[in-house]
């Protein structure tokens, strides 16, 4: 599956996890609900599997999730992707880079695809931004 980003380039989904088991009934709420989120995604995450990659929460925001979180409202999947896209480096000579990102999304379907607030979100990421400084 391949999604089109602000720029007019493309993200590519590598590999998907999903899983409707990640909702904790807490004792205590965690004390930041968005490191919580990504604690739980990391364990679905085999290291032999993914590339080094930085994680990322596509939320709204950090109160709408930890709400969510203390009303035990969050949504039933949590969806744990590996994404790539072609970056070019900003000389417009060296052959273009791919840079990969793990992408953490919440939906009520066990599907793989990105809600529109999801996939508004999802085009918000500056790709450009994880590009090593010397290609």
Request: charge should be neutral.
């Amino acid at each position: 599956m391949k999604f089109r980003l602000s720029d007019d380039t493309y993200a590519h989904l590598w590999g998907i996890v999903q899983t409707a088991s990640y909702r904790q009934d807490y004792k205590e709420l965690p004390t930041d609900a968005m490191q919580e989120v990504k604690r739980i995604a990391q364990m679905y995450m085999a290291s032999s599997c993914w590339r080094r990659a930085p994680l990322i929460l596509l939320t709204a925001d950090e109160e709408t999730l930890t709400n969510l979180m203390r009303r035990k409202q969050l949504p039933t999947v949590m969806c744990i992707g590996e994404f790539f896209s072609y970056r070019r480096h900003p000389d417009g000579q060296t052959k273009p880079k791919a840079i990969y990102l793990h992408l953490i999304w919440l939906q009520e379907e066990f599907l793989p695809y990105l809600s529109p607030e999801n996939e508004a979100l999802f085009q918000r990421i500056d790709w450009d931004r994880y590009l090593p400084s010397a290609i």
